[in-house]
């Protein structure tokens, strides 16, 4: 069984997360940070309280901004990393079950597995419910990773799930943390998002590339 994360782990976002937070951030009077990279994992409301100076209450404001311009435009800039649909389609040939963990919100996570016609390989798209609630309210909630990975797992009939047959891949911490969360292993992607030395404590392994999977997954699956 193989959880997936999506922006830098399946989807190339090509500066449509990053480009299009700046321009959310200065159609609403705000400057953009350096290192936008940070924003790609987290939820964008938990990054806008941490890197920027825009007030909590019109952080729904540069949210709303920027995922309109994110659906259109944004999403046209997106592609999936090359290799990748092949692994996905081996996996799915091969019988292994397999499911999306994101931190986006669900409903915009399952529009773009559809736009990219990736559907048929996941079970299950489980995502943020709330990508913008302030993280006062505490683990559990469905904007913290482990909830979405449990969630998934919860979808999927695996809880607890075999930590010998079931993995995580992804490009950040988060990824890491809400794989660890559930005993299972988790794969770093190393073409993702990740800031350096993010993914060297954490990851059970790490793939440089996308053809590193075949190799790695391995462990875990017939493949």
Not at 100 to 124: C, D, M, W
Not at 132 to 150: C, E, R
Not at 169 to 186: E, F, K, Q
């Amino acid at each position: 069984m193989v959880l997936w994360d999506l922006d830098g782990t399946v989807l190339d976002p090509a500066g449509a997360i990053t480009e299009g937070i700046a321009e959310a951030l200065w159609a609403c009077g705000f400057e953009a940070p350096e290192n936008l990279e940070r924003f790609v994992g987290p939820p964008i409301g938990e990054s806008l309280r941490r890197f920027t100076d825009v007030p909590e209450e019109q952080i729904p404001q540069v949210v709303s901004v920027y995922r309109s311009g994110y659906l259109t435009e944004g999403l046209e800039r997106t592609r999936i990393y090359p290799g990748i649909g092949e692994i996905l389609q081996s996996l799915h040939a091969s019988g292994v079950r397999q499911a999306v963990a994101t931190q986006k919100p669900e409903h915009i996570a399952v529009e773009v597995v559809s736009r990219f016609g990736l559907g048929e390989y996941f079970e299950t798209v489980s995502g943020a419910s709330d990508d913008l609630a302030p993280p006062t309210s505490g683990a559990g909630q469905m904007h913290d990773k482990p909830a979405i990975v449990g969630e998934a797992l919860r979808r999927l009939g695996a809880l607890p799930p075999d930590p010998a047959r079931t993995v995580m891949i992804g490009d950040r911490s988060y990824d890491a943390d809400g794989a660890r969360s559930h005993g299972i292993d988790c794969l770093g992607a190393g073409w993702g998002f990740a800031q350096p030395g993010e993914l060297d404590t954490g990851c059970a392994a790490l793939a440089r590339e996308p053809g590193d999977l075949a190799h790695l997954l391995s462990r875990y699956t017939d493949l």
